[in-house]
């Protein structure tokens, strides 16, 4: 996970996160569409489906990095009910 800050308040640590893990994607999901999802929430800066190193097929999950850690806040947020 890429960081952006780190914080030691009172010993608790807080990693302000750039990047999102995203879990359940199927085959015919495609970049541009989690691309256009999360566009939604901040700036995309780059997306990364994985694959796997033997078949070349995909794992079901990606990263998806922003340029800002706004949006990985939100999104948190939002799937949380913050």
Do not use: W
Not at 3 to 30: P, R, T, W
């Amino acid at each position: 996970m890429l960081l952006l800050n780190y914080h030691d308040l009172d010993n608790i640590c807080i990693y302000i996160a750039l990047q999102l893990f995203v879990g359940g994607i199927k085959e015919e999901m495609s970049e541009d569409h989690l691309r256009e999802y999360f566009s939604h929430f901040g700036s995309v800066a780059s997306i990364d489906i994985t694959k796997d190193r033997n078949t070349g097929q995909r794992r079901g999950f990606a990263f998806v990095t922003f340029d800002d850690y706004d949006p990985v806040d939100k999104i948190i947020c939002k799937l949380c009910f913050c």
